[in-house]
């Protein structure tokens, strides 16, 4: 059983700061790794892939990945209460079109 | 503009009733997939379909049927069998890309009401 685990918070965080979402993962055949944000009653919006180990960095979002440890991040710079929302987690094992979805953490900045 | 399009947006279903929930995508992507999201849940596969005319049962199948006559449409049927239908349905497309990675990408989300 693949599995994906996140807290589910809420993390609470003050508009300015760094914001850490972390993300455990237990098959060791995953490549690759994906963050969504959800706003309440909204569909998941795509906002990083990762599949290499390391860094990769898109404006004020960072996502970093270690497959030996095999968890993978997000933190989100200068945080602005728009990015309040819940952030899914999902991990794909090479060549299958399935990816397995944590159940998300709550984000929460506040001003 | 491109994207993935889902209707209705509100559905009410109607106890013993069959209802219909579509999925149409103009992004020429070859995967679509239907996903179950309850309060609080991540998301749950029903089924994926892979190419035109096939497609596969995901991890709570039971109570829904599909179909995929047209690369651009997967609707999906929540049939009276389904005893606890209420949920948010996210309808998803993906295209490969560099073999290693299959993109998805969600469409606006049908809730679903038991009346």
């Known amino acids: 059983q693949k599995e994906v685990e996140q807290n589910s918070g809420p993390l609470s965080v003050p508009e300015g700061a760094i914001a850490s979402l972390n993300c455990t993962y237990s098959d060791r055949g995953s490549q690759s790794f994906f963050w969504y944000r959800q706003y309440s009653g909204k569909s998941p919006e795509l906002i990083m892939f990762?599949?290499?180990?390391g860094d990769k960095e898109d404006g004020r979002f960072t996502a970093q990945l270690n497959k030996a440890s095999q968890y993978v991040s997000l933190l989100i710079r200068d945080s602005q209460p728009s990015d309040s929302a819940t952030y899914l987690c999902?991990?794909?094992?090479?060549?299958?079109?399935?990816?397995?979805f944590g159940r998300g953490t709550s984000l929460i900045v506040h001003p | 503009d491109g994207g993935i399009t889902q209707s209705p947006k509100y559905l009410f279903r109607k106890e013993g009733q069959n209802v219909t929930l579509s999925c149409e995508q103009n992004?020429?992507?070859?995967?679509m997939y239907w996903y179950r999201q309850d309060p609080g849940q991540g998301l749950r596969l029903i089924y994926y379909?892979?190419?035109?005319?096939?497609?596969q049962k995901g991890d709570i199948a039971e109570g829904y049927s599909v179909s995929r006559e047209k690369k651009e449409s997967f609707p999906l049927t929540v049939t009276s069998a389904q005893k606890n239908p209420t949920a948010f349905y996210l309808c998803a497309s993906s295209i490969e890309v560099t073999g290693m990675m299959a993109i998805q990408y969600f469409g606006a989300g049908t809730r679903l009401s038991v009346l």
């Open positions: 990762i599949y290499s180990n």
């Open positions: 999902a991990v794909k094992e090479g060549g299958s079109y399935i990816p397995t």
């Open positions: 992004l020429n992507h070859d995967a």
């Open positions: 379909s892979q190419i035109v005319n096939d497609f």
